[in-house]
């Protein structure tokens, strides 16, 4: 008798040929990974039950990393060395960074390829090196859950990255060890995962506003197909900035010097708590730095009106690069833990003409996105396979005669796209030509950013204007470019990988991977005992808490003394680098608590069981 393959919907019929992939969400101030399983796509969680991972990486003296919610506990504490919102800092320069308030608190130099560094008690770290910390945190964590290797990951970026910025995310992920399937903007991502959701068809505005970027595109769905239309945005805008604008205020009403990095660090810290509480909440009380008040909407809103006016005026100029009015928008999607605002989505909706969608959860639908096409480029089957048509952010040119720049390809054009265009010598007998290529919407060279620089060589010696030099502009699904130059005549052939300067070279992803190989065993190690530390401070705090609450009422004076005894011999011993000890030790806090623990359960019980009779008890059991 023939027997029947079964297999769970979009997935194949032998397991083992289920190639596991993922879709990474890269945020500013949180990042996320999720996968398709039983053909539903969703985040993951690590063991703690958290989807959301804080984009922060600590540098420890000793060599220790920590990262996302253990590394957020030394923002404040151990500053200099805690590095946040990295995703600023990815494909720009010192001078850029240096402007950035964020990274007030850490000591800023610039790396041997141009990018700024952090210096660190564990050595000077670049972007690439930090950001690699936090994909490879997310894929061992998709890793564990799914039970083995990811053949590949869809990671996103901003719309608007540059072709720098882009080259330095696709850097962190080798650096990372995973295989980059592609490199997705990020309202295309979502438009993905929201398109499925809804299946309507028409022009949608995705505005997306995260932790410290804004992207707002137009793309039209039809008939399975998304376009983008055209986007636009800022690489340096987002929720951040609320939180700076609030946290300027504290300050004011503080008197914080501006040498005190750690006051203001959680002034930064309180502005988020503020903002977040204030999304629901009319008015609430803050006591910060010896200060005590209260705080309305009305006021964060008069606090960050400008800066979502900055975001409204990047939708105008891309609906205009679209040549469409609102009216022509069927729905505005937000994306972006930053559109929770219920002034953001207040001023959305009065630009558009019609209240935003958020149906899909802002913080996950990118991640979402991602992994849907993680699924399909690595060739598990879909049945809701889409083709993409993603854009180039800027237009890509080359220099001619005069210092100006000859367009080859615009911006907005979808992608990948390959466009070639024809040149000639300017002087007689001329045998070589500099090819100098550049980005940029500006007419001048001096106006827009130099990518790469070449020269192709063995031009026959002819009359000026007489060569025919064919140069190609080609650009890959990830937006990463190549250029070649031919003599049609000859054959003679030059070209160039465009990779931008601020970039990392092979040759350091090289040295960086086989370091990372060489200190596995002793990365290993290091991690082991910051667990372990970082439990040791959370049992502490806990029963420290319990102890203050109720340790008089419930215990006698010995029992306590044993407690606090137990409790001092782990802060001693949680310094010091024996795991097998802390781990000990941790377990001697246990025993010694564990009749305190059901005293306190007792009384909880016995605290609601007041005023109710035996009987009516026996009723809600049956």
């Not at 079964?6 to 289920?18: C, N, R």
């Not at 060395?81 to 800092?89: E, F, Q």
């Not at 690699?132 to 970026?157: H, Y």
Request: glycine share 8%; proline share 3%; hydrophobic share 45%.
């Amino acid at each position: 008798m023939a027997l029947l393959q079964i297999a769970e919907p979009g997935q194949s019929t032998k397991p083992h040929e289920h190639k596991l992939a993922a879709g990474i969400d890269l945020g500013t101030t949180n990042s996320l990974i999720a996968t398709v399983r039983s053909g539903v796509a969703e985040t993951i969680a690590n063991l703690e039950g958290q989807h959301l991972l804080p984009s922060i990486v600590h540098y420890a003296k000793d060599g220790t990393i920590s990262v996302g919610h253990s590394a957020k506990l030394f923002q404040c504490s151990d500053a200099r060395n805690t590095i946040s919102s990295v995703k600023r800092l990815m494909g720009r320069g010192l001078a850029d960074v240096k402007k950035i308030k964020e990274f007030s608190a850490n000591q800023l130099t610039a790396s041997g390829m141009g990018m700024p560094a952090v210096v660190t008690d564990n050595g000077i770290k670049n972007p690439v090196e930090v950001s690699s910390e936090i994909l490879r945190t997310l894929a061992n964590r998709a890793e564990q859950a799914l039970g083995g290797d990811l053949t590949g990951v869809v990671i996103t970026v901003p719309a608007y990255f540059d072709e720098a910025q882009r080259q330095a995310t696709k850097d962190a992920a080798e650096l990372a060890g995973l295989n980059v399937l592609r490199l997705l903007s990020e309202p295309t991502a979502a438009a993905v995962a929201y398109g499925l959701d809804t299946g309507k068809e028409g022009v949608h505005a995705i505005f997306d506003l995260g932790g410290g970027t804004f992207d707002i595109s137009i793309l039209r769905l039809e008939k399975g197909v998304f376009e983008v239309l055209a986007t636009g945005g800022d690489s340096a805008l987002g929720g951040d900035d609320f939180d700076r604008a609030i946290a300027g205020y504290l300050v004011e009403q503080t008197h914080i010097t501006a040498d005190d990095h750690q006051a203001r660090q959680m002034a930064m810290l309180k502005a988020r708590e503020i903002k977040e509480k204030l999304t629901d909440a009319e008015i609430i009380d803050v006591d910060f730095y010896h200060w005590k008040g209260q705080i309305t909407r009305q006021l964060i809103e008069e606090l960050i009106s400008p800066i979502v006016d900055k975001a409204l005026l990047a939708c105008r100029r891309t609906l205009r690069d679209a040549g469409l009015k609102t009216a022509d928008i069927q729905d505005v999607v937000m994306v972006g833990g930053s559109t929770r605002v219920p002034l953001v989505r207040q001023k959305v909706a009065d630009f558009f003409g019609k209240p935003p969608l958020a149906d899909i959860d802002p913080d996950k639908v990118v991640a979402i996105g991602a992994a849907i096409q993680a699924n399909v480029l690595a060739g598990n089957k879909s049945d809701n396979e889409m083709l993409l048509l993603d854009v180039i952010p800027l237009s890509l040119g080359v220099e001619t005669m005069g210092g100006l720049v000859e367009k080859i390809i615009p911006r907005n054009t979808p992608i990948p796209i390959a466009r070639a265009q024809e040149f000639t010598t300017f002087k007689d007998g001329q045998t070589a030509m500099a090819i100098h290529v550049l980005q940029g919407e500006r007419e001048l060279v001096d106006d827009c950013r130099s990518l790469a620089r070449f020269e192709l060589r063995g031009i026959p010696p002819m009359v000026a204007g007489a060569a025919r030099i064919k140069v190609t502009y080609q650009v890959d699904a990830d937006g990463l470019l190549q250029v070649a130059a031919e003599e049609t005549t000859t054959g003679v052939k030059a070209n160039i990988q465009v990779k931008p300067s601020y970039g990392l070279t092979d040759e350091q992803i090289t040295s960086m991977l086989k370091s990372s190989v060489e200190s596995a065993k002793q990365d290993i190690q290091a991690r082991m005992l910051r667990e372990q530390q970082v439990e040791a401070a959370r049992v502490i705090e806990a029963i420290k808490a319990a102890l203050q609450e109720n340790g008089q009422e419930l215990l006698t004076a010995d029992e306590i003394h044993a407690i606090e005894s137990a409790i001092e011999q782990l802060e001693i011993i949680a310094q010091s680098t024996d795991i097998q000890a802390i781990e000990q030790a941790i377990k001697v806090v246990d025993n010694n608590t564990q009749e305190f623990a059901n005293r306190r359960m007792d009384a909880s019980i016995a605290k609601a069981l007041v005023g109710h009779q035996v009987e009516s008890l026996d009723d809600v059991v049956e």
